[in-house]
Structures are given as structure tokens and as C-alpha cells.
């Protein structure tokens, strides 16, 4: 292959099946074309866009966070000469229309052949190497393929030792023939997140960029140092160092992270916390090191701890265990909600008490009340309660504080006060019963109140006092936790995005579909999704 013809090319899709399956069912090499990589969604695509300037992007055009135009109109804006290929599953004239705006040179849809996808990379190809002028810039370009690939190499490093693929030989091979600064010996992992409040945050692109600055910071002070870093989605950053660690600038590791997190200006604004696990002999051994720091992050939630937590400076010993007793039961069986939230009050202090117990300690202790009463409640409800149907370990660990917490907790335990008053008006009032029955037939049509009061022949005003008086929620509120119900349920399919259910359920703006998603269930969307999809890959 001459390596002076060769075309790069990125893939980008969010499904893992459809990446693997454009990067090996046509043999690119054999056309002199180089997979640079693949990426999840555009976020992660853009990242790659700015650091190997493919000349060629495959693209999908629905996927969370930032889409595939979105991505065609940054990186357009920002200057990229690369060809895009749209690739859809959505014959629709508007997403046609957008990709021509866009400068898009096709647009296909799927299922794709593989034959015209060819024929069509390879026209493309054609083109790039016409415009190229290869002859007059042939050591520009063999300079760019290779930092590409020593990139390439130290990007899919951490991943490969995260996993524990490498051997102690041939992690020695790839440090010698990439001049890598790092070394295997002893060393320790960082992970660095930054936080965003559960009633504040929405999901959108730019969280995924919240950090650039501080790694651009980070990667400056630390350039020919023996370190890796690499981005730790949704809003994270991992690094991996040899020990001991020091600089001309920085005697020790927590100086430098301390002085840098502190740099971004965020303030009161975000949290922004880094957590250093245990040193560990080899870096073949990091996994543990790492595992170590994603346990550390989360005492982030107590607000005295500052914004560097070193492993060593915790004590991670369980409390016994406190059963929550009948109380909080009752307040829901009762619909008393100011008793709910004052029974639960107390029984979070008595989860307090020692004042810092592990996180650990009090997401389980949490997620164990939340599972106890789903299933008390079934006695009383026609099977399990709908309101909350989430993965609420991992909603709990993704909180912000422990105000966060509470927050949270009293959402979900009145989001059950919510639903059993509901559905026992619902047994007792044949009016309140038929207005259900309505709204439940006609949800994707987003029902509005002056549609029921049509359908049931009663003036608006009446109508929502009276559900308000029967349910102890207004009609807005009710229709809101039914969507959201909806949502879960849908979203527990791969299939569907959560684009495509915001857009089902009526909504025009998608920030807006995932800030009330997330008041209820804890997780974004698209978070809700990974964590029930891996939830369910672990159990089989």
C-alpha cells in the first residue's frame, strides 16, 4: 500500500453492531483507505474530527446528544474539509434537505448496500486524491498519517489497559515503538468528572464538552510527562501516571489537579472533583487503580471534602444496617406527602449517623427502600408501581449531593403517593376513571385539558378542580408522570432513541423532554437507556 495514497475515514453511529459491522464487511485496505476509528454519537466524532482530520466521515443521522447533521454543521463551521456520508433509517424530505444545506455529498438510507456504499467511497476517494495535489505536499501528508496513528495508538491505550489486554511484553512493545513518555511500572489512576445538579441538569451536547478545557490545560502542563489521558464520558476525564509524580510546577499530584480544577472558573456553578486511586506496581495492573478511583469519586457528595479525593484519606467500613420500619409506608398509603417527606427525613438523618458514611452505604440503603416499597405497594396497585421503573442504584449514584439525594428520594416516594391516589380514584369515581381511560388512549396525542373536558362534557374549570380535589395532583402534572412512565418503558428498547421518544410524546423542545425526565426518574434518557440495556446484559 503507498502510504502516500491513503485515505482516512471515521464511523460514526451509536449502534455498536452497525460500527463493527461498516468497519470489517468491506476491506478498506485492500482501496487504500484507513479506518481512523469509530465514534458513539457526534460529540465523541467531533473530538476525533478536531484531532485526525479524516477525509472521509460515514455518519448515522439519529443518535443522542449531538446528531449526525449537528455534527455535519459544527465541523463545517469550524472548517473541516472532510466528506460526509449520511447514512438514515428516515426517509424524510427535511433531513434530505438539512444534509444538502449542509454540503453533504450523499445521503443514504437504510438498510445500506454494501456495494453502493463502496462504489460510493471510492468516487469520493477519487475526488480527495484529485484535489489532493499528493506530489507537492507528500511529507505533509505522511507526517499527518503518522501522528494520526500514534494518536490512534495512545487512545485506544487505556481503554486495552482498562480491560487487562495487554501483556507486561507487549505493553513494552507498544511503549518502545511509539515513543510513549509513559512507563510499566508503578502508577496509579485519576478519574475527574464534573457534576451536574439533578433538578438542574439537561442533556445536551455541550455537557459532553464541559471539560475541554481543563484537558487542554492538563495536557499542556503534563506534555512529555508520564502520563495518558484520554476523555471519560459523559463529562469526565481519566488520567494514568507513573509514580512518583512531580514537576518543576508541581511537587505533587494533588497540587497539580487541586490548582487546575480550581482554573476552570466554575465556581458555585459545577462541581468538578478528581479522585486518585491506590498506586499499583504495573501499569498492567491500573484496572485496579481505577476501580479504586470510580469508588473514591463518589464521596464527592459531601461538600467538605474539597475537589481532590485521595482513596487513602477515606473510611470505606459499611454501618450496620437500618431498616426504614412502616412509616413511610403508611404516610404514602395515607397520599400524606408533607408526613412522607418529614418520615423520610428522619430516617435519612438516622442513615447520617456516623456523620460521612460511605456513598455506597447510603445508595444501597436508599435503593433498598425504593425496591421494598415497589413491592408492598403491589397489594394495593394492579402489579408493580409504573411511576418509577428505573435502575435507581445507579440514578442515586449519579447525584450530585446529598441534598441531591433527598431531592430525589421524596420525588420518587411521592411519585408512589402520586399514582395510588390515582388509581384508587380511579376505582371509586366512574368520572375520574373515564378521564383516565381518555388520557391513557390518547397520550401520543398529547391530550390537552380542554380535550377532556370536551370528551367527558364539562367546563374546564370544573373539571380540573375536580380531578385536583379527587387525585391531589392538577391534570398537567398527571399527564407529565404518565409521559414520562411511557418513556421508561419505551426507552428499555435499544431501538428507540431518545430523540424519537421525545418527539413521540409531543415534544418540540428535547432539553425540555430530558430535564423532566430526569426530575423523575434520576438519569438522563439517554443514561436511563445505557444503564437498563447494561442492566439487562448482566443478568443474562
Not at 486511586?277 to 469519586?297: H, M, W
Request: net charge negative.
Amino acid at each position: 500500500m503507498n502510504p502516500l495514497s491513503i485515505i482516512t475515514l471515521l464511523i460514526v453511529d451509536d449502534e455498536a453492531e452497525i460500527r463493527s459491522g461498516l468497519r470489517s464487511i468491506i476491506p478498506w485496505e485492500d482501496y487504500s483507505i484507513s479506518v481512523i476509528g469509530t465514534a458513539v454519537n457526534g460529540a465523541e466524532a467531533l473530538d476525533k474530527i478536531r484531532y485526525y482530520e479524516p477525509d472521509i466521515v460515514i455518519t448515522d443521522i439519529q443518535m443522542p446528544g449531538m446528531n449526525g447533521l449537528e455534527l455535519v454543521r459544527r465541523a463545517k463551521e469550524e472548517q473541516f474539509d472532510c466528506s460526509f456520508v449520511i447514512l438514515s433509517g428516515y426517509d424524510e424530505f427535511e433531513y434530505a434537505r438539512s444534509a444538502i444545506r449542509y454540503g453533504v455529498r450523499e445521503y443514504l438510507l437504510k438498510p445500506i448496500s454494501i456495494k453502493d456504499l463502496t462504489e460510493l467511497i471510492m468516487n469520493l476517494k477519487e475526488d480527495i486524491l484529485s484535489k489532493r495535489g499528493i506530489h507537492s505536499d507528500q511529507l505533509s501528508t505522511l507526517r499527518k498519517l503518522r501522528k494520526a496513528q500514534i494518536s490512534l495508538r495512545k487512545h485506544n491505550l487505556i481503554p486495552q489497559l482498562l480491560r487487562g489486554e495487554l501483556s507486561p511484553l507487549e505493553l513494552k512493545n507498544v511503549i518502545e515503538d511509539y515513543a510513549l513518555p509513559i512507563k510499566d511500572k508503578e502508577s496509579c489512576a485519576v478519574l475527574i468528572q464534573a457534576f451536574f445538579s439533578y433538578r438542574d441538569t439537561e442533556e445536551n451536547t455541550e455537557q459532553t464538552r464541559t471539560l475541554d478545557p481543563l484537558r487542554e490545560s492538563l495536557e499542556e502542563t503534563l506534555n512529555g510527562s508520564p502520563a495518558l489521558i484520554a476523555d471519560y464520558p459523559p463529562a469526565g476525564l481519566l488520567l494514568i501516571l507513573n509514580l512518583p509524580f512531580h514537576t518543576e510546577q508541581y511537587p505533587d499530584l494533588n497540587q497539580l489537579l487541586e490548582q487546575h480544577i480550581k482554573s476552570t472558573g466554575f465556581g458555585d456553578t459545577l462541581q468538578i472533583a478528581a479522585a486518585i486511586g491506590k498506586p499499583v506496581s504495573s501499569l498492567c495492573e491500573i484496572q485496579s487503580s481505577f476501580q479504586d478511583a470510580r469508588q473514591t469519586i463518589t464521596w464527592h457528595i459531601y461538600s467538605d471534602t474539597g475537589p481532590v479525593l485521595d482513596s487513602a484519606d477515606f473510611d470505606t467500613i459499611q454501618p450496620p444496617v437500618i431498616m426504614p420500619g412502616d412509616e413511610i409506608l403508611e404516610a404514602i398509603l395515607k397520599d400524606n406527602r408533607e408526613k412522607l417527606e418529614e418520615r423520610f427525613n428522619l430516617y435519612f438523618n438516622k442513615l447520617m449517623t456516623p456523620q460521612t458514611p460511605p456513598p455506597s452505604y447510603l445508595y444501597s440503603m436508599c435503593n433498598y427502600l425504593i425496591i421494598t416499597l415497589q413491592s408492598q405497594l403491589t397489594r394495593y396497585l394492579d402489579g408493580s408501581p409504573r411511576s418509577y421503573t428505573g435502575n435507581s442504584f445507579a440514578a442515586l449514584s449519579s447525584l450530585n449531593s446529598l441534598e441531591d439525594i433527598r431531592s430525589f428520594m421524596i420525588k420518587v416516594l411521592c411519585g408512589f403517593a402520586e399514582e395510588l391516589a390515582v388509581n384508587q380514584a380511579a376505582k371509586n369515581d366512574p368520572l375520574i376513571e373515564k378521564a383516565i381511560d381518555y388520557i391513557n388512549d390518547n397520550l401520543l396525542k398529547n391530550p390537552k385539558t380542554e380535550d377532556v373536558c370536551g370528551y367527558l362534557g364539562l367546563s374546564k374549570s370544573y373539571f380540573s378542580t375536580y380531578f385536583k380535589n379527587k387525585t391531589q395532583l392538577n391534570f398537567r402534572d398527571y399527564t407529565l408522570d404518565l409521559k414520562i412512565n411511557y418513556a421508561q418503558e419505551q426507552l428499555k428498547f435499544t431501538e428507540h432513541s431518545a430523540g424519537e421518544v421525545s418527539v413521540l410524546l409531543g415534544y418540540e423542545d428535547y432539553r425540555s423532554f430530558s430535564r423532566a425526565f430526569k426530575a423523575r426518574t434520576g438519569l438522563t434518557p439517554s443514561e436511563y437507556q445505557k444503564q437498563y440495556t447494561a442492566g439487562e446484559r448482566s443478568g443474562q
